[in-house]
């Protein structure tokens, strides 16, 4: 029995000097692969630096940013990614440090850690144990873009009604001078999480519609009913306003630039075709009429605030097309713009969006 102690013994420690070796030849192995990741970190971040350099200088090219603008930021993108090769480096540094002093077993890593031993309750039998310790070492999760993103949106054009049985053609109200506005703040969400081809727009904003009467005419309300009439004057400028806050929301198309890193993944919209389809809706804040002419030899200028049997609530479609930052942007009020009217009368409006 105790010549088979024995032979079990120098079996044991015949194994602790292989697996002994081997992890010496592992942790050699671990020190190449670390000093090779150094270059690959250098490589990787340049690359990085590359790609942010050629975006800057795409923006200097669309006139977006001035030069000082540019070389600002060039300079702060060179001293980010130089810091990153720093500190990347000296993690690097630093683990090569603890496997020389420590050993491999002393970092965590993919793979197998081995140990051999003989339990307490083992020995006493004269049993050899054995054990395999694994450790898997989880990957590194890619963190993707911000779902939500935020903006500011500013818009402005022609602006005009369409009337029952009549066509722009024949409108009541001047087209070039009758005009529309508007700014607000849009949020921006990914509908899907891991591609951005969609995307839900939404917001809060301050719209102004205006229409300029033709034939030197100017709104009356008579009762529950707003009639144009004839001026008894002549007017240098007649002008009819509705200021409105609305909830605008669309979902936005459009393909996306990707790009890549080891940890990460951007989306960027910028110069990227887009179309959003939506609507809005909201509440008629104020209502306001501006009249210009001459009486007596004196220039009259009179401010009329007043309800004007407007709708209180506006709801409507819109949609815009563009490319980049900028779109052609259409929008028409379901609600009439005048409650009880016989003959009904919805705002339309054309001109362009900028998306900031």
């Given at each position: 029995?105790?010549?088979?102690?024995?032979?079990?013994?120098?079996?044991?420690?015949?194994?602790?000097?292989?697996?002994?070796?081997?992890?010496?030849?592992?942790?050699?192995?671990?020190?190449?692969?670390?000093?090779?990741?150094?270059?690959?970190?250098?490589?990787?971040?340049?690359?990085?630096?590359?790609?942010?350099?050629?975006?800057?200088?795409?923006?200097?090219?669309?006139?977006?940013?001035?030069?000082?603008?540019?070389?600002?930021?060039?300079?702060?993108?060179?001293?980010?990614?130089?810091?990153?090769?720093?500190?990347?480096?000296?993690?690097?540094?630093?683990?090569?440090?603890?496997?020389?002093?420590?050993?491999?077993?002393?970092?965590?890593?993919?793979?197998?850690?081995?140990?051999?031993?003989?339990?307490?309750?083992?020995?006493?039998?004269?049993?050899?144990?054995?054990?395999?310790?694994?450790n898997t070492g989880a990957e590194p999760k890619i963190k993707y873009d911000r779902r939500t993103?935020?903006?500011?949106?500013?818009?402005?054009?022609?602006?005009?009604?369409?009337?029952?049985?009549?066509?722009?053609?024949?409108?009541?109200?001047?087209?070039?001078?009758?005009?529309?506005?508007?700014?607000?703040?849009?949020?921006?969400?990914?509908?899907?999480?891991?591609?951005?081809?969609?995307?839900?727009?939404?917001?809060?904003?301050?719209?102004?519609?205006?229409?300029?009467?033709?034939?030197?005419?100017?709104?009356?309300?008579?009762?529950?009913?707003?009639?144009?009439?004839?001026?008894?004057?002549?007017?240098?400028?007649?002008?009819?306003?509705?200021?409105?806050?609305?909830?605008?929301?669309?979902?936005?198309?459009?393909?996306?630039?990707?790009?890549?890193?080891?940890?990460?993944?951007?989306?960027?919209?910028?110069?990227?075709?887009?179309?959003?389809?939506?609507?809005?809706?909201?509440?008629?804040?104020?209502?306001?009429?501006?009249?210009?002419?001459?009486?007596?030899?004196?220039?009259?200028?009179?401010?009329?605030?007043?309800?004007?049997?407007?709708?209180?609530?506006?709801?409507?479609?819109?949609?815009?097309?563009?490319?980049?930052?900028?779109?052609?942007?259409?929008?028409?009020?379901?609600?009439?713009?005048?409650?009880?009217?016989?003959?009904?009368q919805n705002n339309v409006s054309l001109g362009l969006r900028f998306d900031l």
């Amino acid at each position: 029995m105790k010549t088979l102690i024995t032979i079990a013994t120098l079996m044991a420690m015949t194994l602790c000097v292989q697996f002994s070796n081997a992890q010496e030849d592992s942790g050699s192995n671990k020190i190449e692969n670390l000093k090779a990741q150094k270059e690959n970190i250098i490589t990787t971040e340049k690359d990085a630096l590359k790609k942010e350099v050629e975006a800057i200088n795409g923006q200097l090219d669309a006139n977006k940013i001035t030069i000082e603008e540019a070389q600002k930021l060039k300079e702060e993108a060179a001293k980010i990614h130089a810091l990153n090769i720093e500190n990347r480096i000296a993690i690097i540094d630093n683990k090569i440090a603890l496997l020389e002093r420590n050993g491999s077993e002393y970092l965590n890593s993919k793979d197998p850690e081995i140990w051999i031993g003989i339990g307490a309750k083992d020995r006493e039998e004269g049993d050899l144990l054995f054990g395999v310790k694994v450790n898997t070492g989880a990957e590194p999760k890619i963190k993707y873009d911000r779902r939500t993103t935020s903006g500011l949106v500013v818009a402005f054009g022609l602006n005009n009604a369409i009337v029952d049985g009549q066509s722009l053609d024949d409108s009541d109200y001047k087209i070039a001078g009758s005009r529309f506005f508007e700014i607000g703040w849009f949020w921006k969400t990914r509908v899907f999480r891991n591609t951005n081809f969609l995307r839900l727009k939404y917001g809060i904003s301050y719209t102004s519609n205006g229409l300029k009467p033709t034939n030197n005419r100017f709104f009356v309300e008579n009762g529950n009913q707003t009639e144009l009439e004839e001026f008894p004057l002549e007017l240098n400028k007649s002008k009819f306003r509705m200021d409105n806050i609305v909830v605008p929301v669309h979902f936005e198309f459009g393909p996306s630039r990707v790009r890549e890193t080891e940890r990460s993944i951007r989306y960027y919209t910028g110069r990227k075709f887009r179309i959003g389809l939506g609507g809005y809706v909201g509440a008629n804040i104020s209502t306001r009429q501006k009249l210009k002419y001459r009486e007596n030899g004196d220039r009259v200028k009179d401010k009329i605030k007043r309800d004007y049997n407007t709708s209180d609530l506006v709801y409507g479609l819109s949609t815009y097309v563009g490319f980049g930052d900028v779109s052609l942007y259409a929008k028409y009020d379901l609600s009439p713009i005048f409650r009880n009217a016989e003959i009904d009368q919805n705002n339309v409006s054309l001109g362009l969006r900028f998306d900031l």
